[in-house]
């Protein structure tokens, strides 16, 4: 088990996402960790991980990117942990860390490319990466969450979204898949516990860990609204009131193209999508416009007044 | 073996046709899974197997899809979801719980078709998935 000590008080990766479309993951995860007591130092000029556009065409350049914001939350900040609250940015630094460990050349490159740019490289082991998920379970743990719950979820019935960044590959996560109190890769549960934690009801969900489509959004948008739609449907059949998401880029997508698939194929769905950290900060007592609800496409105002979560 | 496109309308019909002939809807379903990956497969010069695996060929055929770099494996789940929902309905008597498994499993079977055929024929998409690079190099 981790140290929950180390987790109070971390180096905060937003990441691209976090500062544009996905802005109210940004607002309700400093607001969540300002009520549970938590601590985040955002890295200092901090850039992008090189997200999916730059490992496409040079990867040794994103693991670069990614040891760089590494190396400044490590060398510069003394951090031990950084937690990247976007998919995308985790599995980069994960991966990062995962290359660094295993790789020669990737090594080769890293220093080069950190000498030339005049800061000190970053070496394998100096920080853990961890989620956001992570960070609130692991700093908080499910006993003290629970005696903070000041709004119980009670009524709402949720379908917990991991996406597909969260826990592939595999093998650059080996803190997960290490039995009672770990994460799991094929059937994560952190989100759930958290919610089921606030006294939301968490349905039973197939497609968790399955595709959004965002890396198809703009060559092949069609497809992409249809595996959004896909995953709205089997929200939806399977009771959930609401979608929990936790990357910037899965709730945006299942956002867009849920109107999209109303325009493009006449197909309607009306399950909301809220990032769980906004329905964690609902239960902590914080105010909607506290956790940037007001920011979402989805309006699930009227549902939590309806289920009697929102006065 | 039948393309994307009437996979996914197969799968369509199967989740409102077949409600009264449950036993033999699980089947068809885990056959329409079969067909998406054999599509794959195909389309990556192999010859799909017909082995099993934890007895299941939709298990196997994924693996065969998956092996080698890069292997981000995102539609594992998904089959494994997809054989889940068929012994569903295989082991249960209960016509509620098992048509509900079938509307549920058709949903599961049409993302694994989409997610694969989206892969399969749009240029670009990025090499995080196991299999589009190799697809893409050979010029498919």
């Known amino acids: ?15 691209c996402a976090l500062e544009g479309t996905g802005h109210a993951y940004n607002r309700s995860t400093k607001a969540v960790g300002k009520a549970l007591g938590l601590k985040l ?52 630094l994960k991966k990062a860390e995962y290359d660094l460990t295993h790789d020669p050349d990737s090594r080769k490159v890293v220093k080069k490319l950190s000498d030339k740019a005049g800061h000190q490289t970053y070496e394998a082991g100096q920080a853990e990466t961890i989620h956001a998920l992570d960070w609130i379970k692991e700093a908080i743990g499910e006993e003290r969450l629970k005696s903070l719950i000041t709004n119980s979820l009670s009524g709402l019935k949720v379908a917990n979204y991991y996406g597909c960044m969260y826990t592939r590959p595999r093998h650059i996560f080996p803190e997960k898949d290490q039995g009672p109190g770990s994460e799991s890769t094929s059937q994560p549960h952190f989100m759930d516990d958290l919610l089921a934690v606030a006294g939301a009801e968490n349905v039973n969900f197939p497609l968790k860990t399955a595709c ?21 449907r089997a929200a939806e059949f399977a009771g959930a009131d609401v979608i929990a998401t936790e990357c910037p880029t899965c709730h945006s997508g299942l956002e867009m193209h849920q109107i999209r698939a109303e325009k493009k194929f006449g197909e309607k769905t009306n399950v909301n999508i809220m990032y769980f950290t906004q329905l964690l900060g609902l239960a902590l007592g914080l105010k909607p416009r506290k956790l940037g609800i007001h920011e979402n496409i989805s309006d699930s105002m009227q549902m939590m007044i309806e289920k009697r979560i929102l006065p | 073996m039948r393309s994307f496109d009437e996979i996914e309308d197969h799968i369509d019909q199967l989740s409102v046709d077949h409600q009264s002939d449950l036993t033999n809807a699980a089947q068809k379903l885990l056959q329409l899974g079969e067909e998406t990956l054999e599509n794959w497969i195909f389309a990556r010069g ?14 196997a055929l994924h693996r065969q899809g998956a092996r080698g770099e890069p292997s981000f494996n995102a539609c594992r789940e998904t089959c494994r979801e997809l054989v889940y929902h068929y012994n569903l309905m295989a082991e249960c008597n209960d016509e509620i719980q098992n048509a509900r498994a079938l509307k549920m499993g058709c949903l599961v079977a049409k ?20 299999s589009s690079k190799p697809l893409r190099s050979n010029g498919n």
């Open chain 1, 1 to 15: 088990m981790p140290e929950p000590k180390k987790y109070k008080r971390v180096a905060y990766y937003p990441g």
């Open chain 2, 111 to 130: 993302h694994l078709c989409l997610f694969v055929s989206g892969k399969s024929q749009a240029e670009e998409l990025g090499e995080f998935c196991c």
């Open chain 1, 41 to 92: 130092d955002e890295v200092k000029n901090w850039n992008c991980c090189g997200a999916m556009e730059v490992k496409n065409i040079d990867p040794k350049l994103q693991t670069y990117l990614s040891s760089r914001v590494l190396s400044i939350a490590a060398n510069q900040m003394n951090h031990k942990v950084v937690m990247a609250p976007c998919n995308g940015c985790y599995h980069n």
């Open chain 1, 212 to 232: 959004c489509g965002g890396a198809h959004t703009l060559s092949d948008s069609d497809t992409s609204t249809k595996l959004v739609l896909n995953i709205l």
């Open chain 2, 46 to 59: 192999q010859t799909p197997t017909n082995e099993t695996r934890e007895g299941f060929r939709l298990l």
